[in-house]
């Protein structure tokens, strides 16, 4: 059984031109112990998705439909209380800055102290925890750095700082919303690492949000791909980069340079703009972009299976196949 | 081959954050952002600057347009000294360097409609003759409709925002534009719709670009000459190509192979640079990504490596280079 299982989400904003459709229809779900990576376009929904499956949808928010099981419970229309259980605990999540979760007032230790609250244990043992988890995330001289503030570390010991936190607990299921966006390639590469090899230890599922193909490349064994609100593909890493289906996909991944092998010197590009979501266009989302566009695009296509959980919200999901 | 840009032997110190506590821990009161950078851009060319965050790109990018003093070294642009120079003296010369910033929303001010973003350089230097027209023009060069005149930044999308800061640049038809992570945070498609409008205009006018950025795939693309930097030094220079084919400098191969591919079945071997960049206040001995590096000798521990010379102009200081 699925960890989460989201089915036929839909979430509208209140907005002054109207009621703007920020996710329609998505479904998705996750694993005991996977990594799933989110890809998409900045404003297709990503955070959007994240914030309602930790309850934290702003307070514009117009409508919320469909569901989103967390093991047996749904998590929409689930109370505050019930949320705060799982938030944090059971369902953990590191942003891309690291300072949206670190108080600057609070040494690292009283932070990483207080997030044990339910705990019950003594001060010294859940400092011995604390320690524990900075030394997991390699950080040098661990017990006398939990005294220091957030300020008195680098970008990079940040982020780890908040994934030493987000672990912790033990979560079943850690939410990263481009954990990596700020940090240059070395760095990245070395959270990528970290944050691998510790899912390998908890055991828990990560969901892993990006805009940088390479970094979920790398990382995670099943992807779906964001378009303006929607998921128009989903399938395994393999899948996904060697075998895409959707047009907006494989446009995608064209436009990645470090997918072209040759120097080139006019980069290629995705033509025209995303679709206002205060109106959204009748069909296929991806239509007025798509190459690919014929007679029956102006129907909404529904995700057709191309192979095992490899799924593409296109009518010509079969054809594009590659010989 | 005539340089447009040289900078000599550059060195810029910034005070350190406490100079008592610097004295009483016996810690320098200053540090060193940029250290004895030397390197040329020809004009019409794109040089790319890359390097960690921290590793002195933007300091010694403000240098060159005066908006940070220098400590020794020189500056020159055009065949003129500009380092040093006053006010009054660097005027002429602002006119030929553009910078556009990091955060295109951030340095667009968001009370000033686009035209009178767009107006603002020719006002500077006085040349306000004609500027309903010269404002169409700009936008038409980056792109955009003229009635985007008549939009607030808070109307433009990231990628028109981006546009709009590009035509600000271009203005005064500048002969270098220095853009500091111009692609940070986009999406690869807008990447590279700016990107290639950067490189339509610098073939339409000629101008040289000193480009800084963290995001290798795009360096390979559009600069012909880049140089490595870590702790304020160039530890590697030369032909992009030729860095790309063979970078010798250690932490320049564990920068390129940290460039992950959007692969799954890819076979590049990351090679790992352990712990994190030591801090300014205390610079490692010998080679100073020793502690970092993966191939260090008892050597690089304590003597600082010499720079080696290869074919056109490809430059490295390491000991054991790859
Ligand atoms: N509170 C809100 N009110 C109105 N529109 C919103 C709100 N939050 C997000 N949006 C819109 O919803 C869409 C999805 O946003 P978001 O989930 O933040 O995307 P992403 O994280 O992929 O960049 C965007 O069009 C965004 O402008
Ligand atoms: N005005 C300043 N005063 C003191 N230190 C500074 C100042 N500007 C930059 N620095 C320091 O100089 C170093 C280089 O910074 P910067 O040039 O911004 O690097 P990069 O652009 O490569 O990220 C950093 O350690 C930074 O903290
Ligand atoms: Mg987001
Ligand atoms: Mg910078």
Redesign the interface.
């Not at chain 2, 690869?188 to 719709?193: D, L």
């Not at chain 2, 940290?258 to 890819?266: I, Q």
């Given at each position: 059984m699925a960890l989460l299982d989201i089915d036929g989400l839909s979430v509208a904003f209140r907005t002054r031109r109207g009621e703007l459709q920020a996710l329609r229809n998505v479904s998705l779900s996750v694993e005991k112990g996977e990594i799933i990576g989110i890809i998409g376009e900045s404003g297709c929904g990503k955070s959007t998705l994240i914030n309602s499956i930790i309850g934290l949808l702003p307070a514009n928010v117009s409508a919320v439909s469909g569901s989103i099981r967390f093991e047996d419970e749904n998590i929409v229309g689930m109370t505050e209380a019930g949320l705060r259980r799982l938030r944090g605990e059971r369902i953990t999540t590191i942003f891309q800055d690291p300072m949206t979760a670190l108080n600057p007032v609070l040494s690292i230790g009283t932070q990483m102290t207080a997030i044990q609250y339910r705990r019950p244990e003594s001060l010294a043992v859940k400092r011995r925890r604390a320690i524990d988890f900075l030394e997991r995330v390699r950080m040098p001289d661990a017990a006398r750095r939990l005294d220091q503030y957030p300020h008195q570390f680098s970008g990079g010991m940040r982020q780890r700082i908040c994934i030493a936190m987000a672990l912790l607990t033990e979560p079943d299921l850690l939410i990263a919303d481009e954990p990596t966006t700020a940090l240059d390639a070395t760095l990245e590469v070395q959270v990528i690492r970290l944050l691998r090899e510790l899912q390998r230890d908890i055991g828990c599922s990560v969901m892993f949000v990006s805009h940088h193909l390479g970094a979920v490349a790398d990382l995670c064994e099943r992807v779906a791909i964001m378009y303006a609100g929607e998921v128009v593909e989903q399938g395994t890493v393999r899948d996904i980069f060697r075998d895409p289906r959707h047009p907006y996909t494989r446009k995608l991944l064209e436009c990645d340079p470090g997918r072209l092998t040759e120097m080139q010197d006019t980069l290629p590009t995705i033509p025209g703009e995303v679709p206002d979501l205060v109106h959204i266009p009748e069909g296929c989302i991806f239509r007025s972009r798509c190459p690919d566009e014929f007679a029956r695009c102006g129907e909404r296509p529904s995700p057709e299976t191309v192979g095992p959980g490899h799924r593409a919200a296109c009518h010509k999901a079969r054809e594009l196949g590659t010989p | 081959m005539t340089a447009l840009l040289t900078v000599n032997d550059l060195t810029i110190r910034f005070p350190a954050a406490s100079r008592i506590a610097a004295r009483l821990s016996g810690q320098p009161a200053f540090i060193e952002a940029v250290a004895q950078v030397s390197f040329a851009l020809e004009a019409g060319k794109t040089y790319a600057l890359v390097g960690?965050?921290?590793s002195g790109k933007t300091t010694l990018a403000r240098a060159i347009v005066g908006l940070v003093p220098t400590h020794s070294g020189q500056i020159e642009f055009g065949g003129q000294r500009i380092s040093g120079l006053g006010e009054t003296a660097l005027r002429p010369v602002r006119r030929q360097i553009a910078m556009m910033f990091q955060d295109p929303m951030g340095s667009l001010s968001p009370r000033l409609k686009v035209q009178s973003i767009l107006a603002e350089p020719f006002k500077v230097h006085g040349e306000t003759a004609d500027l309903d027209r010269k404002i169409r023009s700009l936008l038409a060069d980056v792109g955009l409709p003229a009635h985007f005149a008549e939009r607030y930044p808070h109307q433009l999308?990231?990628g028109q925002a981006r546009r709009i800061n590009i035509a600000r640049a271009i203005a005064l038809r500048p002969k270098l534009i220095i853009a500091d992570e111009p692609t940070a945070?986009l999406?690869?498609?807008?990447?590279?719709?700016m990107?290639?409008l950067m490189?339509a205009l610098q073939e339409k006018f000629g101008t040289a670009f000193l480009m800084i950025t963290?995001n290798?795939?795009?360096v390979?693309?559009v600069a012909d000459r880049m140089a490595v930097m870590y702790l304020g030094r160039i530890v590697e220079e030369g032909d992009t190509?030729a860095i790309f084919a063979r970078p010798r400098h250690r932490y320049t191969t564990?920068?390129l192979s940290?460039?992950?591919?959007?692969?799954?079945?890819?076979s590049t071997q990351?090679i790992?640079?352990e712990?994190?960049?030591p801090s300014l206040l205390k610079r490692p001995s010998g080679c100073e990504f020793h502690p970092r590096c993966s191939f260090k000798h008892e050597i690089c521990r304590n003597e600082m490596p010499g720079e080696q010379a290869m074919a056109q102009g490809h430059r490295f200081s390491c000991h054991n280079p790859a």
């Open positions: - | 960690e965050s921290g999308s990231g945070g999406d690869v498609s807008i990447q590279g719709e990107l290639n490189r963290h290798l795939h795009v390979r693309h190509a564990a920068l940290a460039n992950l591919k959007a692969d799954p079945d890819s990351i790992e640079a712990g994190e960049t």
